[in-house]
């Protein structure tokens, strides 16, 4: 495939916002795709050439990008840099100068999607120093073959991981559904409307030469409300009216049975199975944690082959996450009666894997970081007791001569130090707390529920004073609960969890299985999207930074405050402005003036005051006296706080309850 093909399907879905819109995109685009291709294809429409387990990244700084444009067009890195200024965006002025360059060459050879996927491949696969001359090579040399100014915008935007196109997860989950299974819609969904187009104008736009089943009396209330509309859909497209009765498995996959869009009168039965393919998408998807996977055995074996896919040792799956609650009868009230309650440990999340060869240790953002806790691989080799297996745990810094916990700074040294590992082990030593198991003796339990897999966790693990598992008790009581908050805060912890006992492990997602509860709630984790350059004593420092919270339904982060107290102005008084800085640089994507915008990668703890309302910012409300406690380099963007956790926040606050 012509790396232009995929760039157009870009340059499609950029000019949407239409959440529905991408997802047809994109599905008609992959149901085309051949059978080689489709793997570098979804890499790439994730904007990421590495699937979602692997720690590699591509990750090249903007200087590294204005320096392979600068080679490949032949421009001076200070005219990109202006260009970069008013265009706002480094694919924009690779575009710029991809068409003057262009005039002037003539150009012999396509790019294929196959070149540019290989090419990235290669850079993100080189290390060290030395790399960067080679780096620059491979990424000019893509940039000097483009034949059209378009790919030219999104080569760049790919290599520093700045697409654009808005594609989040639950878009191309429902795209690889639509391109590969029936595409069901009902009478009700047909009707509705995506701005001022309805959901059949909207198939009509996309799915042209399709084959579509059509029940016969949806048939007749289509012809009569919307002619025009479906009558063109019709005469593009291959339209077998007949009653469709329920779907069997077998034939939901459009490879077997050739259709591509079945249209219900009846909404519950379209629903039920609608909801059953896409489940099966997400359920392979949490899995593997690699869309390409998901996409090939979509289309090549269908519901059951996306149902035979498992958990894999040493590919780390995304981590489950909690809401918020104000009071334990809220939690009660979420998570039903009776719950697990157990302590809330104030350290640092770890994955671990276990096969034959060993322990493999992971972070929440799925980084390896096996290297840096010798202690807890022996620990964990010698307490738990099983084959291969797959359990979640909070690590916490203790103090041995007072028994007391560390704060988070001392073990986040650990996670950072690549060097005399035997030192720092020693002076920070940290304890094991295990609360969750996703594989025993090779048995994927994420569907299991969690009373049980809980008791699978005690069956294997034995506990001493460096690995335990998280300190727990089942209750209805609201007083029971409290009791054992109480206990857990004069522990040191920072709170309890509390648990639906019957709930799967779901990975990636906040959904109401677990509940924290912290006595502090002023404090959240938000990611800094932007940032401006101080002045006087701060200059060259940026000195203003711009936060933001994650909203999972879009995909987005959403903006709620500015901060710019907290910082240290010394380096080693704490999160100085300088490291602030040299951490955010690389993650440039826009600069205007003094302000820059940030690819939402660091995320900090913030105090404030109290949450209000606001017009200025695009989450609706703004921090009142924000200001930074620790850098949490332990979360991944998305799992920094939800908009949702922020108006409960709001909504408890004082006179608001
Ligand atoms: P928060 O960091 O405030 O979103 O709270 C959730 C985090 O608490 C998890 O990601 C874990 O790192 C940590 N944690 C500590 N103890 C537990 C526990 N018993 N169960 C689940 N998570 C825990």
New binding site residues.
């Given amino acids: 495939m012509e790396y232009k093909t995929l760039a157009e399907v870009y340059n499609k879905l950029e000019s949407t916002t239409l959440k529905l819109e991408k997802t047809e995109i994109i599905s008609q685009f992959l149901s085309g795709v051949e059978k080689d291709e489709l793997d570098r294809v979804i890499f790439l429409l994730t904007g990421d050439v590495y699937p979602g387990w692997s720690s590699s990244e591509l990750g090249l700084s903007s200087n590294l990008m204005i320096k392979a444009i600068s080679r490949a067009y032949g421009v001076t890195a200070l005219e990109i840099e202006e260009g970069w200024k008013t265009l706002g965006d480094l694919g924009l002025v690779a575009e710029k100068y991809s068409v003057q360059k262009k005039q002037a060459t003539l150009f012999s050879r396509v790019l294929t999607v196959r070149k540019v996927f290989d090419n990235l491949r290669k850079i993100g696969d080189m290390s060290g120093m030395r790399s960067q001359d080679k780096k620059l090579a491979l990424v000019s040399e893509l940039l000097g073959s483009v034949s059209n100014p378009f790919e030219a915008r999104y080569l760049a935007r790919t290599v520093i991981g700045d697409l654009r196109i808005g594609v989040a997860e639950g878009i191309l989950r429902d795209a690889i559904a639509g391109a590969f299974f029936t595409n069901i819609y009902s009478k009700e969904t047909l009707d509705q409307k995506v701005n001022s187009m309805t959901k059949l104008g909207l198939v009509a736009k996309y799915a042209s030469g399709k084959m579509i089943a059509v029940d016969s009396k949806v048939d007749a209330y289509l012809l009569k409300k919307y002619e025009a509309v479906y009558t063109e859909l019709k005469s593009s497209n291959v339209v077998v009216v007949r009653d469709v009765g329920v779907i069997g498995d077998d034939d939901l996959s459009t490879k077997k049975s050739g259709i591509d869009y079945v249209f219900f009168y009846d909404s519950s039965i379209g629903n039920e199975t609608k909801s059953k393919i896409i489940s099966s998408v997400e359920h392979a998807y949490n899995m593997t944690n690699d869309f390409s996977v998901v996409a090939q055995v979509a289309r090549d074996d269908g519901i059951s082959g996306l149902h035979k896919l498992h958990l894999t040792v040493n590919h780390p799956i995304k981590?489950m996450?909690?809401q918020?609650a104000l009071t334990i009868e809220d939690a009660f009230d979420i998570v039903g009666k009776p719950a697990a309650i157990?302590?809330?440990?104030?350290?640092?999340?770890l994955q671990i894997h276990k096969t034959n060869e060993g322990v493999h240790l992971f972070t929440?953002r799925l980084e390896e970081v096996t290297r840096q806790f010798p202690d807890v691989v022996s620990a964990v080799s010698k307490n738990v007791s099983c084959g291969s297996f797959i359990l979640?745990c909070?690590v916490v810094g203790v103090d041995r001569v007072t028994g007391k916990w560390l704060p988070f700074q001392k073990i986040s040294r650990r996670i950072k130090r690549k060097y005399d590992i035997d030192e720092i082990v020693k002076e920070i030593p940290v304890t094991v707390?295990f609360?969750?198991a996703m594989m025993i003796d090779g048995k994927n339990l994420i569907d299991t529920p969690y009373s049980e897999r809980r008791k699978l966790l005690e069956s294997v693990v034995s506990c001493d004073e460096d690995v335990m598992v998280?300190k727990h008790i089942v209750t209805s009581q609201v007083s029971s609960a409290k009791e054992f908050y109480d206990e857990s805060l004069s522990r040191g912890n920072?709170g309890i969890?509390m648990k639906n006992m019957s709930a799967p492990y779901k990975p990636g997602s906040r959904v109401g299985y677990?509940i924290?509860i912290?006595p502090t709630m002023d404090s959240l984790?938000l990611v800094i999207v932007g940032a401006e350059y101080g002045e006087g004593k701060r200059a060259g420092w940026f000195s203003s930074f711009n936060l933001a919270c994650y909203d999972s339904d879009s995909g987005e982060y959403l903006t709620i405050g500015k901060l710019g107290t907290g910082i240290k102005e010394k380096v080693g008084e704490g999160t100085s402005f300088h490291e602030l800085t040299e951490l955010l640089k690389p993650h440039i994507i826009e600069e205007k003036g003094k302000s820059v915008t940030l690819k939402p990668t660091v995320v900090i703890e913030v105090h404030f005051e109290e949450i209000q309302k606001s017009l200025t910012y695009s989450s609706g409300f703004a921090l009142r006296f924000p200001r930074l406690v620790r850098l949490r380099d332990d979360r991944m963007p998305e799992?920094s706080s939800s908009i949702d956790e922020i108006s409960t926040v709001y909504g408890g606050q004082r006179g608001r309850g």
């Fill in positions: 981590v996450l909690y918020k157990e302590y809330k440990y104030d350290g640092f999340r929440r979640d909070e707390h609360f969750d998280a920072e969890m677990g924290k912290k984790d799992d």
